[in-house]
């Protein structure tokens, strides 16, 4: 009879810890990610234009703002995409602007 | 009279055409578009042009000067130069050329060969504006020469979205014009991807009115 509560408490704590994984990686691929690109050079909202028209062709950008006041882009990821930093450098260049600094917050 | 008669010419000519010296943003983004017309009674024009990287855009320019009575039209190449970013500026310089034809009107003479060569210059901030542009002309009836510049305040800081103004002095200098150096003092709107500028050149009684438009 021991044995047998042993083996029910080790099957149900096996479940639970499944359980945990497996909604802790669905919540990881719902959650969404800012990335926010420090930019030199932007000063100008109609040039800015082409900050939202290069981000906006991404297949992982979800959807893009422009903060003049600090300089900064803020780039919302669709849900489980990524953007690598190589990639945010290259359309940060192809904006036309100069890349200082990448940082990353889940939304 | 004359003024009356620079209305009504541009008038027919409509929005089809536009003046060059605002030209200072000859490229855009990747696979961007541009139209640009521009008035200033001395001439009208229109550039279209595709920018295939941010550096580069090719298009047609097509001039119809009232002042000296030709009419170019053909293809134009514009090259950013060097472009110069700082947190709080930014400062470009382009290379601009262009090959066609040109017609000159009522004299009799066959439609020749042409092109031109020019260069621009812009540094701004949020407040602060100033640019300048050179340009001649090889038309072969005739050479042309021109060159402007600007300087500009924005009275209020727009953010993203948001209407922008500048208040704006040209200073353009045309050796060949009836007056060769003119101040006009202008405003210039954009919202989205459009601006606008409308300016009046008191030496010559003669309206500016620009349009640029991006997609």
Redesign the interface.
């Known amino acids: 009879m021991k044995s047998l509560m042993i083996a029910l408490i080790a099957a149900l704590s096996t479940s639970m810890a499944l359980a945990q994984a497996e909604a802790a990686a669905v919540s990881e691929a719902s959650a969404q990610t800012l990335v926010t690109a420090k930019v030199n050079g932007m000063v100008c909202d109609f040039c800015a234009r082409a900050v939202t028209k290069v981000f906006g062709k991404e297949d992982a950008v979800d959807s893009v703002h422009v903060d003049l006041d600090n300089g900064e882009i803020h780039v919302t990821l669709k849900a489980g995409s990524a953007l690598s930093d190589e990639r945010v450098a290259s359309l940060v260049k192809k904006s036309g602007y100069d890349l200082v600094s990448i940082a990353r917050d889940a939304v | 009279m004359n003024s009356i008669q620079t209305a009504g010419a541009l008038l027919a000519f409509g929005f089809a055409l536009s003046a060059q010296s605002a030209d200072a943003?000859p490229v855009?983004?990747?696979?961007?578009w541009t139209v640009m017309q521009m008035n200033n009674g001395d001439a009208s024009t229109l550039h279209v042009h595709y920018s295939p990287?941010?550096q580069d855009s090719i298009g047609l320019y097509s001039e119809r000067n009232w002042e000296n009575d030709w009419h170019f039209t053909g293809l134009q190449y514009n090259r950013l130069v060097k472009?110069?970013?700082?947190?709080?500026?930014?400062a470009n310089l382009y290379f601009k050329a262009g090959a066609g034809q040109a017609d000159p009107f009522g004299d009799g003479a066959d439609v020749e060969a042409a092109g031109f060569i020019g260069i621009g210059a812009d540094w701004?901030?949020?407040r602060w504006f100033t640019s300048y542009e050179a340009r001649a002309f090889d038309l072969g009836f005739t050479q042309d020469a021109r060159q402007a510049a600007r300087i500009g305040v924005a009275p209020y800081i727009?953010?993203?979205?948001?209407l922008?103004t500048w208040l704006m002095l040209q200073i353009e200098n045309q050796p060949e014009a009836e007056t060769p150096t003119t101040v006009t003092p202008l405003v210039r709107f954009?919202y989205?991807?459009q601006?606008l500028e409308i300016g009046y050149t008191p030496e010559s009684e003669e309206l500016m009115l620009n349009w640029i438009v991006?997609f």
């Open positions: 943003r855009s983004y990747p696979s961007g990287t941010f472009r110069w970013n700082s947190p709080n500026a930014q701004e901030t949020r727009g953010d993203y979205g948001d922008h954009f989205d991807v601006l991006r």
